[in-house]
């Protein structure tokens, strides 16, 4: 390699350009991604500080313009120079640019808006009342887990430790041990504003050397949070993905929370997955990298059980006198065979009931927001649809306006694909039948049947929708948690992490709903969704139940969350896994081909499902597809998608590289978009 692209200094526009210096001879051994340099720059060639990003043996333009490096940079950092070698991983892994990796990884320096008021998240906490508390003394589990996972060294720990359990406390004695040492670690949390507890209680023991990356901040304020963690001002990073990205020094612990959670995929390019990411980041500063959950991911258990994970357990519930609450599976075809037609089971009813008449409190969890799922004509059975996507519009209990009169009135369609809105048509547009109407329930129906049904009850809904407000969150588990509510209902916003003692109820209105997804994850995803709910009941001394309602009680699914076996759900689930070939038994890249051109689009996903399968059938990869994805258009963008399955991930990043490639040179001006999935 005689040539490197250095970028000068790190800034906005210095990321978008790259600028090629030729390689001294004695500077070749040294010279590498990451690396920082001082390289000759603008008039008088002054010499400038820059970081190598990438080597190549040519140049595309005249050599005899290209500068020599002039030396390496003394005050290299140890941190930046990790995340640049992050950001060529990103690029190659996911398949981005090196411009958009760049971007992604490193600390990008922008102004602070004048007048945007910066807003300390740990102050907000602190604000919140929380103040400061005892360590509480760890109980064996604990401590068995602690000195497991310090004791492990080059590879990372995975922590399965049930609801309640006390994982947050293990977090908090392996900080402490990292800030005695002087190292730093960054905790991942899925998303900041539905886990404001944990972000509580971490920064209720740890004081102020802890900082939060809030995804609410402005890139500015980001930045700034950054910069005090490069100069050492804080130890303790908590924020959501893009927090493994923090520039400590000395980093010397990960812990990634919740692991098993989507919200850990990215899904801007760098598709990265940061547990992935992680494993790189602890691998380059020498860090330990500890994954935690109640329900890991089928992929991070199987690493632990091949050995390439370490494994802590931990299986009792920590707090004095909490106990694992009893869950109750209500089949709802019975239910409606006894001419029950409510939403609520008749044991979810009597005990709900109870605890009203117990001053105790219930949550109430079901998958769908606005008032019903869809809305169709009784007669001739027409579904109302978006014109821009294929998908069925959701009944909303809001408020609008009538665009012909200027009328307010209730209840409005939308789209929760685009966003496209209108009003609920008081006749079939098909057939002009009076008898059209919305079916299926979502939180806002739910939570007129709760108030209808338990008048007098004291209810909160929580979902995407009531929540549009900033700070709207932490206003609503506040008051919940403050008892100045019965009820509170909600979407999986509300089954995070949360530990409010005064609940002993949970009921799971609808188990089905995440089981009949087109998606070969989707029977884990229940059961960690099942798991996670049931997890919020019977935290404190009190009692709690569990009513989980569903019209396929047999699935394994929901046999096995109610009867809490992770270990059985694992066994049952690999074999479907590796009957059916799908990761982690297999690799499994999904390209996503797009475009608003529906020709266009048969054609270019017709020949590349060819080129694929011609240059893959050498190296014995299976091709699926093209086939339509499960919404074919959304926003009027059409969507296909081609599966390719091999044992080896190398093997379908290369042939992804060259599918990139063919778009590229055969599709030029014309547009069709490329995005991939590997797992
Ligand atoms: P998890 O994250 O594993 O679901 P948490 O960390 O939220 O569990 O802990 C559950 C409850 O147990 C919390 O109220 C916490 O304060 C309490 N707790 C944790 N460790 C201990 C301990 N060693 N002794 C007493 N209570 C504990
Ligand atoms: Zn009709
Ligand atoms: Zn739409």
């Known amino acids: 390699m005689s040539y490197a692209k250095v970028i000068i200094d790190i800034s906005a526009e ?5 600028f090629t210096y030729r390689i001294p001879d004695e500077l070749t051994e040294m010279v590498r991604p990451g690396v920082r340099v001082k390289v000759p720059f603008g008039t008088g060639n002054r010499l400038r500080n820059g970081y190598v990003i990438e080597l190549s043996e040519t140049v595309d333009f005249d050599e005899s313009k290209v500068k020599d490096i002039a030396g390496l940079s003394p005050k290299a950092m140890k941190a930046t120079s990790d995340l640049i070698e992050i950001a060529t991983f990103m690029a190659r892994e996911y398949g981005s640019t090196l411009n958009q990796a760049l971007v992604t990884a490193l600390p990008v320096k922008r102004e602070i808006r004048k007048n945007s008021r910066r807003t300390d998240p740990v102050k907000r906490i602190e604000e919140l009342g929380y103040g400061e508390k005892e360590d509480e003394v760890l109980n064996e589990e604990q401590q068995k887990a602690v000195s497991e996972i310090l004791s492990e060294t080059g590879r990372p720990s995975l922590l399965y430790g049930i609801t309640g359990s006390g994982k947050t406390r293990v977090y908090i004695e392996l900080i402490r041990r990292m800030q005695k040492e002087g190292k ?5 949390i899925p998303e900041i504003s539905l886990t404001y507890q944990t972000v509580n209680e971490l920064a209720s023991h740890l004081g102020q050397r802890i900082a939060v990356l809030h995804s609410k901040l402005t890139e500015g304020e980001r930045y700034e949070q950054y910069d005090r963690a490069q100069k050492g001002e804080i130890d303790v990073m908590v924020g959501a993905r893009s927090a493994i990205f923090t520039p400590f020094e000395n980093l010397g612990l990960i812990i990634i929370d ?5 919200a850990y995929i990215s899904d801007t390019s760098p598709r990265y997955d940061v547990r992935e990411v992680a494993v790189r980041r602890a691998e380059l500063s020498g860090a330990k990298l500890l994954l935690g959950s109640a329900t890991p991911s089928v992929e991070s258990y199987k690493k632990a059980l091949d050995g390439e994970y370490s494994l802590s357990v931990m299986k009792k519930r920590a707090s004095w006198g909490a106990r694992l609450p009893e869950i109750i599976v209500s089949d709802m075809r019975d239910e409606l065979a006894q001419g029950n037609k409510n939403v609520f089971s008749l044991k979810l009813y009597s005990l709900i009931c109870d605890r009203l008449e117990k001053g105790e409190q219930t949550m109430l969890f079901l998958n769908r927001r606005g008032y019903a799922g869809f809305v169709s004509c009784r007669s001739c059975g027409f579904v109302v649809k978006c014109p821009h996507c294929d998908v069925s519009l959701t009944a909303h209990n809001d408020w609008y306006r009538d665009p012909d009169t200027g009328v307010r009135k209730a209840a409005l369609l939308s789209c929760h694909y685009c966003g496209y809105t209108a009003p609920m048509p008081g006749r079939c547009p098909e057939c002009g039948s009076k008898f059209i ?6 939180t806002q129906k739910l939570e007129q049947a709760v108030k209808r049904t338990f008048p007098g009850a004291r209810v909160l809904r929580m979902d995407a929708d009531s929540t549009q407000a900033k700070d709207a969150h932490e206003k609503i588990l506040s008051e919940f948690r403050n008892g100045n509510a019965d009820i509170l ?3 999986q916003m509300i089954v995070k992490g949360h530990d409010f003692p005064n609940v002993t109820l949970v009921g799971i209105v609808a188990a089905d709903q995440s089981i009949n997804v087109p998606d070969y994850g989707a029977a884990e995803r229940t059961y960690q969704l099942l798991t996670q709910a049931s997890g919020r009941a019977g935290r404190g001394e009190k009692e709690g139940a569990v009513v989980i309602q569903s019209y396929e009680p047999s699935h394994y699914a929901i046999q096995m969350a109610a009867g809490r076996n992770y270990e059985d759900f694992y066994k049952r689930e690999m074999g479907f896994r590796k009957l059916m070939k799908y990761p982690p038994e297999v690799s499994l890249l999904s390209v996503r081909l797009q475009s608003e ?11 590349a499902a060819g080129l694929l399968t011609e240059q893959g059938k050498y190296v014995g990869v299976t091709v699926i597809g093209p086939c339509e994805a499960g919404v074919y258009r959304v926003n009027d963008v059409y969507r296909k998608v081609i599966y390719l399955k091999h044992e080896k991930r190398e093997i379908l990043l290369k042939l992804r590289d060259t599918l990139q490639e063919f778009i590229r040179t055969e599709y030029k001006n014309r547009k069709i978009f490329l995005n991939y999935d590997i797992k």
């Open 489 to 491: 209902i909600g979407t």
């Open 258 to 262: 919740e692991e098993h959670e989507k």
């Open 14 to 18: 210095a990321i978008d350009r790259a």
């Open 597 to 607: 051109d529906e020709g266009l689009l048969d054609e270019a996903s017709a020949r």
């Open 437 to 442: 109407a919305p079916f299926g329930t979502g």
């Open 184 to 188: 730093q670690t960054i905790v991942l």
